[in-house]
């Protein structure tokens, strides 16, 4: 039994399969939309609440609240934050 990933790490599978970014960005997408969805409870704010609060469309929030859907920019993530009282916060590694 010879096994190539006995011993690696699971970032070091992901860098070998080649899909280590494209995991990493999903990840981050469903985090945030899981901390902006746990922010929203705790301040008792629905979806609409927050479209009206950021002037736009409730379509456009069920797609930041995606976690599928990756094609949010940060400055909506940015004014999404803001108005739960939360900071994004970003760094290069």
């Known amino acids: 039994m ?10 070091d599978f992901l860098v070998q399969e080649g899909i280590a970014d ?9 985090l945030l939309a ?6 929203l409870k705790e301040q ?8 009206k609060r950021l002037e736009t469309s409730r379509a456009a929030i ?8 990756d094609a949010v920019t940060l400055h909506t993530l940015k004014k999404a934050a803001d108005v ?10």
């Open 2 to 11: 010879d096994n190539k990933h006995i011993g690696s790490s699971f970032d």
């Open 22 to 30: 494209e995991v990493h960005t999903m990840a981050t997408k469903k």
């Open 34 to 39: 899981y901390q902006l969805k746990e922010a």
């Open 44 to 51: 008792h704010l629905t979806k609409t609440d927050l479209a």
């Open 62 to 69: 069920d797609r930041l609240l995606d976690p599928e859907n």
């Open 84 to 93: 739960v009282g939360k900071h994004i916060r970003l760094e290069l590694v």
